[in-house]
Structures are given as C-alpha cells and as structure tokens.
T-cell receptor, first 112, second 111 residues
C-alpha cells in the first residue's frame, strides 16, 4: 500500500471555487512538503510544515498539518487557471534515509 | 539565485546503451538528490549525494549510479538501458533547512 495517500486523485473545479486536497500518511509525520508540478516539468516548492497544528499560507493557498491524524490538507481559495497542475505531498518517512516519499499526486483542472 | 539546472532536457536512447545526466544545484547547496518519475510508480528516490559522498540510496539496481563533484554538481549514469528506464529524471538540491528544490528534469526515452 502507498505510504502517502493523496485524495482525490483528480479534481475538476470551476474557476473561483474553493478546493481541498488531502494527504494521509501510514507513518508518523515529522514534517511534510507540498509541491506543484506542471505536466512533464519539475516540482515547484509550495510549503513545508514541520510542527503539528502548523498552518502556512501563500497567496491563496493554505496548508495545515495534523500530526495526530498523520494528515495534511492543502486548501485553495478562489481558484484561478494558474492553479491548474499536479499537487504532490512529500515526507521524509524514513528519517531522510530514503529521500522524500511522495504521494501519487492530485491532478487539478480549473474550468473557466 | 539561479535555480537547479539539469542537462540535457530530453534524451532518446536505445536499449543497451548508457546515459549520463547532469545536475547543477542552487549555489551554496551541498546536497543533491535524484528521483525517477514514471506514470505507474510516481516519484521514487534514487540516491543522495553530500560533499561528494553518497549518503543515501533508494531501491534501484546497480545499473543506476551517480557521483558528485567538488563544486556540488552531480551526475547520474544509467548503464545497459532498458525500456522501463524511460522516465522523467529529477534532481533536487537541499537547502540548509532540508527543503528540496527541484530542477526541470530530464525526459529520457528508451527505444
């Protein structure tokens, strides 16, 4: 089974609507990274969450880390076409010895 | 600061050949990690180099190897290419706070 499960796998949202992407870990989370990827390109760093209960925001994107639930959520407010892409969560589940483990990603499509 | 750069961006090889990919990290970053991304397996960790030494290694066969130079630039090599090696290869350099910043990737196609 996947160590980092993302849901949903894909999401089609009308422009201007809010949305949430979830990332659930099968192991204790000591920190979590969110990245965005345009198809076939590199990953763009969005946010890093290190402490339970931590919440960070950048422009219209907010991410939270719930250590007890071993879960993180990424929330986009008033979505825009520029938000379209693949969102990936990553974590050092092996303490860094295995690099970052990533979820399979959430494909976000914004409909005008 | 310039970001992580990877060369070449695209490569087409045939089975049995070998390939070398290059990665230049962000200035001042001493750790470089390599990942393979495929539609089926997603992103998988290959290895990490720090100060010219391999610090961690993922679960890939010995055909996959790498090295790091004194200027922190890194190369990865894949020998005896197989069709299944077709993938996007991503390099990331780590900041002192361990945040990984990724390059644009090298798209390798094996025919």
């Amino acid at each position: 089974s996947q160590e980092l499960e993302q849901s949903p796998q894909s999401l089609i949202v009308q422009e201007g609507k809010n949305l949430t992407i979830n990332c659930t870990s099968s192991k204790t989370l000591y920190g979590l990274y969110w990245y965005k990827q345009k198809y076939g390109e590199g990953l763009i760093f969005l946010m890093m969450l290190q402490k339970g209960g931590e919440e960070k925001s950048h422009e219209k994107i907010t991410a939270k880390l719930d250590e007890k639930k071993q879960q993180s959520s990424l929330h986009i407010t008033a979505s825009q076409p520029s938000h379209a892409g693949i969102y990936l969560c990553g974590a050092a589940l092996g303490g860094g010895a295995d690099g970052l483990t990533f979820g399979k990603g959430t494909h976000l499509i914004i409909q005008p | 600061k310039a970001g992580v750069t990877q060369t070449p961006r695209y490569l087409i090889k045939t089975r049995g050949q070998q390939v070398t990919l290059s990665c230049s990290p962000i200035s001042g970053h001493r750790s470089v990690s390599w990942y393979q991304q495929t539609p089926g397996q997603g992103l998988q960790f290959l290895f990490e180099y720090f100060s010219e030494t391999q610090r961690n290694k993922g679960n890939f066969p010995g055909r996959f190897s790498g090295r790091q130079f004194s200027n922190s630039r890194s190369e990865m090599n894949v020998s005896t290419l197989e069709l299944g090696d077709s993938a996007l290869y991503l390099c990331a350099s780590s900041s002192p706070s361990d945040t990984q910043y990724f390059g644009p990737g090298t798209r390798l196609t094996v025919l």
